[in-house]
């Protein structure tokens, strides 16, 4: 019960989050900064239902990162931050040796002592499972009948040898309200050069095709349909010949090409005037323009109409209005929470977005009450290179469909 309130709302958390571990140099810091700003957002926001979405989990060296991430998870399950969350679901990919399985996501699931019956659906036995304890699955996913994964063929993006892109799909019903629940991590822009080429990018091309892909599997024949949120790392970027068009209206172009096989290794922006000073250098993986504070001032709300990769998904899915910073790449430097790596064009990589009918819930709630928050997590502290994003609302109990059935739930025709 929402406190001071005569309804029974229950308070829903989706949070999603580049795995704190990413930091090259000092994983214990950067963890322990991560999660005294996770737990400040808990204890602010109160929720009653929490999930946790990681991507690239245990980092990119992820053997060697192994102890970290059972610290992070132990933590995360014993914390007296967390004590009022008396069960847990949380799923780990950890199967790393696989090239065809393995995903690097992270799953975390946490229900509040105070919801009662709590079901999650199992996709072989096609029914719910009251929830109960806490319980960790790791290693091969694929056994485990409560969730579905999937990685993404290797010919959505052949010229990443072993890509760990994929998603992991799981079915709640909280206050008799069905839902799907779906981590996801798309592909990345492999070049900066590659990317200014054309608009949209090749790349962005690429993760329409993913994402299409996830949203046609969930809604499939094979079990009913229900609302649904899809968050992770969507690796969505600003139009980025449209952005230095913008951010260099009056420069002048010059092109360095290799010298063995002519081809564009990098561009360099200098203004018309001033000396000629250089605005803006960009290589494959280096994007350094000299007025930063672009991305940062106002949380670079200016730059917001060249993020256009969700707009081809009007129809299917809808996010809040964004009003924080973009939220990749940060420095990994501990000292410099606030500052962008020159490495790519920022942007709002990490977000949390809705079907519809998911839509229809939060606004119907919110109509009695402004209780939706969509934000980011530690905005001067060093979380990784990625800032997490969150999502916060309410829901009434059945406002999904009135009178449903606990096992059918808010069926969604």
Same mark, same amino acid.
């Given at each position: 019960?929402?406190?001071?309130?005569?309804?029974?709302?229950?308070?829903?958390?989706?949070?999603?989050?580049?795995?704190?571990?990413?930091?090259?140099?000092?994983?214990?810091?950067?963890?322990? +900064?991560?999660?005294?700003?996770?737990?400040?957002?808990?204890?602010?926001?109160?929720?009653?239902?929490?999930?946790?979405?990681?991507?690239?989990?245990?980092?990119?060296?992820?053997?060697?990162?192994?102890?970290?991430?059972?610290?992070?998870?132990?933590?995360?399950?014993?914390?007296?931050?967390?004590?009022?969350?008396?069960?847990?679901?949380?799923?780990?990919?950890?199967?790393?040796?696989?090239?065809?399985? /393995?995903?690097?996501?992270?799953? /975390?699931?946490?229900?509040?002592?105070?919801?009662?019956?709590?079901?999650?659906?199992? /996709?072989?036995?096609?029914?719910?499972?009251?929830?109960?304890?806490?319980?960790?699955?790791?290693?091969?996913?694929?056994?485990?009948?409560?969730?579905?994964?999937?990685?993404?063929?290797?010919?959505?993006?052949?010229?990443?040898?072993?890509?760990?892109?994929?998603?992991?799909?799981?079915?709640?019903?909280?206050?008799?309200?069905?839902?799907?629940?779906?981590?996801?991590?798309?592909?990345?822009?492999?070049?900066?050069?590659?990317?200014?080429?054309?608009?949209?990018?090749?790349?962005?091309?690429?993760?329409?095709?993913?994402?299409?892909?996830?949203?046609?599997?969930?809604?499939?024949?094979?079990?009913?349909?229900?609302?649904?949120?899809?968050?992770?790392?969507?690796?969505?970027?600003?139009?980025?010949?449209? $952005?230095?068009?913008?951010?260099?209206?009056?420069?002048?172009?010059?092109?360095?090409?290799?010298?063995?096989?002519?081809?564009?290794?990098?561009?360099?922006?200098?203004?018309?005037?001033?000396?000629?000073?250089?605005?803006?250098?960009?290589?494959?993986?280096?994007?350094?323009?000299?007025?930063?504070?672009?991305?940062?001032? +106002?949380?670079?709300?200016?730059?917001?109409? /060249?993020?256009?990769?969700?707009? $081809?998904?009007?129809?299917?899915?809808?996010?809040?209005?964004?009003?924080?910073?973009?939220?990749?790449?940060?420095?990994?430097?501990?000292?410099?929470?606030?500052?962008?790596? +020159?490495?790519?064009?920022?942007?709002?990589?990490?977000?949390?977005?809705?079907?519809?009918?998911?839509?229809?819930?939060?606004?119907?709630?919110?109509?009695?009450?402004?209780?939706?928050?969509?934000?980011?997590?530690?905005?001067?502290?060093?979380?990784?290179?990625?800032?997490? $994003?969150?999502?916060?609302?309410?829901?009434?109990?059945?406002?999904?469909?009135?009178?449903?059935? $606990?096992?059918?739930?808010?069926?969604?025709?």
């Amino acid at each position: 019960m929402q406190p001071g309130s005569g309804r029974g709302h229950r308070r829903e958390q989706r949070q999603r989050s580049e795995g704190p571990w990413a930091q090259p140099g000092e994983p214990e810091n950067l963890q322990k +900064n991560w999660l005294r700003e996770f737990y400040q957002i808990v204890h602010t926001h109160r929720p009653h239902f929490m999930a946790l979405h990681c991507q690239e989990f245990g980092g990119k060296n992820y053997e060697a990162s192994m102890s970290h991430v059972d610290k992070f998870v132990k933590e995360l399950l014993s914390s007296d931050a967390m004590k009022e969350y008396n069960r847990a679901r949380v799923y780990l990919d950890e199967n790393y040796k696989s090239q065809e399985h /393995f995903t690097a996501l992270g799953s /975390f699931y946490f229900l509040h002592e105070s919801l009662k019956n709590i079901y999650q659906f199992d /996709f072989k036995a096609k029914k719910y499972k009251k929830v109960t304890g806490k319980e960790i699955y790791s290693d091969t996913l694929e056994s485990t009948p409560m969730l579905e994964k999937e990685k993404f063929p290797q010919d959505y993006f052949p010229e990443c040898k072993w890509s760990r892109k994929g998603f992991v799909r799981t079915r709640w019903c909280v206050a008799d309200c069905a839902f799907d629940l779906v981590n996801i991590h798309l592909f990345h822009d492999a070049s900066n050069l590659v990317a200014w080429e054309t608009s949209p990018s090749v790349y962005s091309g690429i993760r329409h095709k993913a994402l299409g892909y996830v949203l046609d599997r969930i809604i499939d024949q094979r079990f009913e349909k229900v609302s649904y949120f899809v968050f992770g790392d969507f690796n969505f970027r600003l139009d980025s010949k449209s $952005v230095v068009e913008t951010l260099c209206t009056k420069a002048t172009m010059q092109t360095v090409r290799a010298a063995d096989t002519n081809e564009v290794v990098k561009l360099i922006f200098r203004e018309s005037d001033n000396d000629r000073k250089v605005m803006l250098q960009l290589e494959k993986k280096l994007f350094d323009y000299s007025h930063q504070e672009v991305f940062r001032d +106002n949380n670079g709300t200016a730059l917001l109409e /060249f993020d256009k990769e969700l707009s $081809v998904f009007k129809d299917r899915l809808y996010e809040l209005d964004i009003s924080f910073p973009p939220s990749y790449p940060y420095s990994e430097d501990c000292s410099q929470g606030q500052q962008y790596m +020159n490495t790519r064009c920022p942007a709002w990589c990490d977000r949390v977005l809705m079907s519809p009918s998911a839509k229809e819930l939060i606004l119907r709630s919110e109509s009695e009450e402004k209780v939706v928050t969509y934000d980011h997590i530690g905005p001067s502290v060093c979380m990784g290179d990625h800032k997490p $994003v969150f999502l916060a609302f309410r829901i009434a109990p059945g406002a999904g469909k009135p009178h449903a059935h $606990v096992h059918k739930c808010c069926v969604v025709q």
